[in-house]
């Protein structure tokens, strides 16, 4: 069972037992993270993302789509210069990304990057660091590619891949 799964399944049975009302354990504690002030506006800061789904308190947990594990990054012209990063809870693709262009690129993240919630509109990272919030912008420089909070970014005409881990 993968931890997007797992994480679906404690929240549905946290679900039933609220609605059920006949559970007699207090809520447990949840953690939170930093506060969502971190932007990416520097090739060096990147964000990550994946198709899981953070408990945070205060809010619903956002869906990431993740990143194919091991996967390569080929040299795919485009033809932006910069993204911004657009995380809206009420839309088909909640964490996307606008190019300096015009066109809208899915994101995608490796598997443990934590989404936020509905509340607070970030993308951390396994450390519960914030690498993205809403409205941030990545720099792409010319002929390489950026990095989002120092973690890899691979670009496509259509697509954005924040990996955790350089591929090889």
Not at 15 to 27: A, D, E, M, R, Y
Not at 63 to 81: F, H, R, S
Request: negative net charge; aromatic residues 6%.
């Amino acid at each position: 069972m993968t931890r997007r799964h797992v994480t679906w399944l404690v929240l549905c049975l946290s679900l039933v037992g609220c609605i059920g009302g006949t559970s007699n354990q207090s809520p447990s504690p949840t953690a939170e993270g930093p506060a969502a002030t971190a932007t990416a506006a520097a090739p060096s800061s990147a964000a990550a993302p994946s198709s899981t789904a953070s408990a945070t308190s205060g809010g619903t947990p956002l869906v990431l789509n993740e990143a194919p594990a091991n996967m390569g990054c080929d040299t795919i012209g485009i033809d932006y210069k910069s993204v911004t990063f657009d995380i809206d809870p009420d839309a088909m693709e909640q964490v996307s990304a606008e190019t300096d262009t015009g066109v809208t690129l899915k994101t995608y993240w490796s598997a443990g990057f934590q989404p936020g919630t509905d509340a607070d509109l970030v993308v951390r990272d396994p450390t519960g660091a914030v690498v993205v919030n809403n409205g941030a912008v990545l720099q792409v420089p010319p002929g390489a590619y950026p990095r989002l909070h120092g973690y890899f970014v691979c670009l496509a005409p259509d697509k954005l891949y924040v990996l955790l881990t350089d591929p090889t």
